[in-house]
C-alpha cells in the first residue's frame, strides 16, 4: 500500500494547478464562463483525450464500458474487480471524482480500493469529462450520478453486493445528492466523503475572494447542506483534510454536524492539502475500518430484477 500512495503523489498535483488556474480568473467571469470554471475538464492539457486505462497500474481484471444515460450522452467509465476474487468482498464502490483531470489520474485510489480494500469499484466519468460525451453542469451530472447507481443495480453479477458511494471534493456533493434521492430504496450501504463544501455559492468567498460579492450569480449550485440532513440510516464516513486551501475544513464540520444519519464517523488528518488528503497516513486504514465494522454489517437488500 505505501508503494501505491507513492505513486499518487504525482497524480495529486494536477487537480491543484487547475484550482489555482479558477481562483486567478474567476472574478469577474462567473455568471456567464462559470461552467468551465466550476468544470475545468480540459486541464491538464489532454484531458479531454489522453485517459490513463487500468494496466498502467497493475489492474488486470477490469471491462472498460461507455454507459448511455437517459438524456442521450456515453459515459465512459471502468469497472474493476479485486485482482483476488477468491477474498473479495461483496461491496461494490461507485467512485465519483473531483473537478479537475478525468478517472484515468484516480486509478491508484482505485487500485487500492479493489486489491488493498477487496471490493469492486466502479469510477464513472462525468458527462464532457475525458472520453464521456456532452457538456458538464450540474443537472448532467445529477442524470449521471444516477446512471451509474442505476447501472449497478442492473448488472446481475452486483446483484447482492452493498453499494458504498465515494465522492472526493465535487464528488462528495455528487454523492450526498445521490444519497438523499436514493436512499428509500435501501440499497446504499455507505457514503465516503472526502474535502467536500456545503454548497459552491458557500465556497466562493474563501476559496476564490475576489469573487465574493458574485456568489449569488452562481447557478451551479450543488447544495449539499440542503440534501445532507434528508439523508438517514446511511453510514457515512467523513474524511477532512484541516490544511485544505481550496475547500475550507468548516465546510466537512458543518455538514458532519448537519448530517443526522448514523453511524457518522469523523475521521480528519492535520497535514492533508485538499489534494493530497487521500495519500495521508491512515487513509484507507479508515475506509477499511469503515466498510468491515459498518457496511458489511448491514443487512443486505437484495435488489429485484428488471
Not at 481562483?23 to 469577474?28: F, I, K, P
Not at 485517459?51 to 461507455?66: N, T
Not at 462525468?126 to 453542469?137: F, V
Not at 454536524?257 to 469523523?266: G, L, N, Q
Request: aromatic share 8%; hydrophobic share 40%.
Amino acid at each position: 500500500m505505501a508503494e501505491m500512495l507513492a505513486n499518487m503523489i504525482s497524480y495529486l498535483r494536477v487537480p491543484v494547478l487547475a484550482s489555482s488556474g479558477i481562483a486567478a480568473v474567476l472574478s469577474g467571469l462567473l455568471y456567464f464562463k462559470q461552467n468551465e470554471l466550476i468544470y475545468p475538464r480540459n486541464l491538464p492539457m489532454g484531458a479531454r483525450t489522453e485517459v490513463p486505462r487500468p494496466p498502467a497500474y497493475g489492474i488486470q481484471d477490469f471491462e472498460e464500458l461507455m454507459i448511455p444515460t437517459p438524456d442521450g450522452e456515453s459515459l465512459s467509465a471502468f469497472f474493476i474487480r479485486p485482482a483476488n476474487r477468491a477474498r473479495a468482498r461483496p461491496v461494490t464502490i461507485l467512485m465519483f471524482h473531483g473537478n479537475a483531470g478525468n478517472i484515468g489520474y484516480r486509478l491508484p485510489i482505485a487500485r487500492i480500493l479493489s486489491d488493498e480494500i477487496r471490493c469492486n469499484v466502479l469510477m464513472l466519468q462525468y458527462r464532457g469529462y475525458g472520453l464521456s460525451t456532452g457538456t458538464p453542469n450540474e443537472k448532467g451530472l445529477t442524470i449521471d450520478a444516477q446512471t451509474g447507481l442505476d447501472y449497478i443495480r442492473q448488472r446481475a453479477e452486483l446483484r447482492g453486493t452493498k453499494i458504498v458511494l465515494y465522492g472526493q471534493s465535487l464528488g462528495g456533493a455528487v454523492s450526498i445528492g445521490l444519497a438523499a434521492r436514493n436512499q428509500e430504496k435501501g440499497d446504499i450501504a455507505g457514503l465516503m466523503l472526502e474535502n467536500t463544501f456545503m454548497s459552491i455559492r458557500k465556497l466562493i468567498p474563501s476559496a476564490f475572494p475576489p469573487a465574493r460579492y458574485l456568489a449569488p450569480l452562481c447557478h451551479q449550485i450543488w447544495p449539499s447542506e440542503e440534501f445532507m440532513p434528508q439523508i438517514d440510516g446511511i453510514p457515512v464516513l467523513f474524511l477532512s483534510g484541516l490544511q485544505d486551501e481550496i475547500v475550507p475544513p468548516s465546510h466537512m464540520k458543518q455538514l458532519y454536524r448537519i448530517c443526522h444519519s448514523e453511524p457518522k464517523i469523523w475521521r480528519d488528518f492535520k497535514d492533508g492539502t485538499h489534494n493530497d488528503t487521500v495519500a495521508q497516513p491512515l487513509y484507507f486504514n479508515h475506509i477499511d475500518d469503515f466498510i468491515r465494522e459498518h457496511v458489511l454489517k448491514r443487512p443486505t437488500r437484495m435488489r429485484e430484477k428488471d
